[in-house]
């Protein structure tokens, strides 16, 4: 398993990671995650009580020469511990330096490589689709982007990448469709929510509206304060929960959105910073209502997967595969990204509406149950690697 990020870094992706190396260890599969030394306090070699094992190489830092240095020691790694493998799965980052030379290492050393597109998008470097659109896409970034290319395999999580990878000349057969799935033993409606939130130091007396995910600038966030402060000032009934941080991210907000809290004197946002599963589970179950405002286009989110199979009623943007995962009126409700209004709009009407939510919430957990299941998925992906 390839990738950049992986635990204690917590997102969609390292989760996605994490579970389904979980998931092929107890199928008799052997496990092994490399990704990136991002902090030196962290050990280079770790055995997870899950059984499967993590190699972290590199130096630490988010500069391009931390990245060129990653890519270099995981070339070098894949090299000599060639014997201890067959198969290279790379999770998201393809033309990324990691990932690339994850897919060029394998193309080397004639082992299938399976790379997981995270997001619409990602492929792209210039033009309209592009996550971050550059004018000049230097010439190595072109090259990563050839490599990108050349996988045996690609997991698609939605229809939108499957589009994509087929617009990029990859052939049906090599294409697999499945989303991201979420452990629904764990992520599941709470029992006791009064005494939970007494535990956690949240207000029992409030409506709880809940982010959970990296503060990022492409998760919306900054729309989601200006519909906050315009809600604070109407209504004192509602707090919001933010469960994550900016940390090792070129494109945080985890600060200024800090300073606008404290400088609009809203005391009724809770940064409470990144946390594990079990931990996150825990928060979810507090939660009354969950908010996505993501402005780029999303696979099947984890986070908004993790509140539904919570039983939260979910607001989030018309983007990406949140179209799919989403249904609008049904079990939560879809507005435009970037915009303040409809987000203030929309948590207008689900605080001062608690049967909807209840509604919505069940409708919610049923469709996790349905599509996104950790068995149900973890078995297709399972049964698709055993094939290869």
Not at 92 to 101: D, K, M, R, V
Not at 216 to 232: I, M, Y
């Amino acid at each position: 398993m390839i990738i950049e990020r992986f635990f204690p870094f917590v997102g969609g992706a390292e989760t996605q990671c994490y579970q389904l190396s979980e998931e092929f260890t107890k199928k008799g599969a052997k496990v092994l995650v490399v990704t990136k030394q991002w902090q030196n306090n962290l050990p280079r070699k770790e055995k997870f009580k899950q059984g499967f094992e993590v190699v972290r190489l590199g130096s630490p830092g988010i500069s391009r020469l931390a990245d060129y240095l990653g890519g270099f020691h995981l070339l070098l790694f894949l090299l000599t511990n060639r014997q201890s493998y067959n198969l290279l799965y790379v999770n998201g980052g393809l033309a990324n330096i990691f990932g690339s030379t994850a897919i060029l290492t394998g193309k080397i050393l004639s082992k299938k490589v399976i790379a997981k597109v995270e997001t619409p998008g990602e492929l792209f470097f210039s033009g309209p689709k592009a996550l971050s659109p550059k004018r000049f896409v230097h010439p190595l970034i072109k090259l990563r982007l050839l490599l990108a290319k050349k996988a045996n395999f690609y997991v698609a999580q939605t229809n939108e990448v499957k589009k994509e990878l087929l617009e990029f000349g990859m052939k049906e057969g090599q294409i697999k469709s499945l989303p991201n799935c979420v452990d629904e033993n764990v992520f599941k409606p709470g029992k006791n929510k009064k005494n939970l939130r007494k535990k956690l130091d949240l207000p029992s007396d409030k409506i709880i509206v809940m982010f959970c995910g990296r503060l990022v600038q492409r998760k919306g966030l900054v729309f989601l304060f200006k519909a906050w402060k315009k809600l604070s000032q109407k209504q004192k009934k509602a707090v919001l929960v933010l469960l994550g941080s900016g940390k090792n991210q070129p494109d945080s907000v985890e600060e200024q959105l800090r300073k606008a809290a404290k400088k609009d004197k809203m005391r009724n946002i809770y940064f409470l910073d990144e946390k594990q599963k079990l931990e996150v589970a825990k928060y979810l179950q507090t939660a009354d209502i969950f908010v996505y405002p993501s402005i780029h286009s999303e696979g099947t989110a984890l986070s908004v997967l993790e509140a539904m199979s919570s039983g939260l009623p979910i607001i989030a943007t018309k983007v990406g595969g949140l179209k799919t995962v989403v249904s609008d009126n049904e079990n939560g409700l879809l507005v435009k990204k970037e915009d303040s209004e409809a987000i203030y709009s929309a948590l207008k009407l689900l605080i001062n509406n608690p049967a909807q939510r209840a509604k919505f919430g069940k409708k919610a957990r049923e469709a996790v149950l349905k599509k996104y299941s950790l068995a149900r998925v973890s078995e297709g992906y399972f049964n698709f690697l055993s094939r290869l």
